[in-house]
């Protein structure tokens, strides 16, 4: 696949992650437009400042438990 500069991009999501990569691909010369229904800082990147912890997710929360090999690799 070849990328071209100038090339419209859709991020979604504003948190962390999303953020950052519509910083990088704006710096590489995409036009980008961030897509995310909440208001800054109301998503989980606003309480957890985009810290990624996968094993406090598995310890508190029931539905992760069975996901840690998936959790450590992500």
Excluded: W, Y
Excluded at 27 to 44: E, S
Excluded at 67 to 72: A, E, G, K, T
């Amino acid at each position: 696949m070849i990328l071209q500069s100038g090339a419209p991009v859709a991020v979604a999501g504003a948190g962390a992650f999303g953020s950052a990569t519509a910083l990088i691909l704006s710096r590489l010369g995409f036009q980008v437009t961030v897509f995310d229904p909440a208001a800054p800082g109301d998503n989980a990147s606003g309480v957890a400042a985009g810290m990624l912890a996968p094993a406090a997710e598995a310890v508190f929360d029931p539905v992760s438990r069975g996901h840690m090999p998936v959790l450590r690799r992500g």
